[in-house]
């Protein structure tokens, strides 16, 4: 299953350790986890965050995503 976690490196909400522990559990879970941190982003959803759900439920559903 994968799991995108995305991440400001400046995130006022949420500790970059967090987020490193939560990939861990996942990935120990089985989880195909996807991290990305967004430096100089704040505490919100980015287009590449938007764009990489997409390509996910894309490949999940088993379809090729919107313009590819």
Known sequence: MPVLLGFSEHDPHIPIGWVRETEAVMSAL?????????????HGIN??????AHQILARVAGASPTGA
């Open 47 to 52: 287009e590449d965050e938007v764009a990489n």
């Open 30 to 42: 089985g989880a195909e986890v996807i991290t990305r941190i967004y430096p100089g982003a704040g």
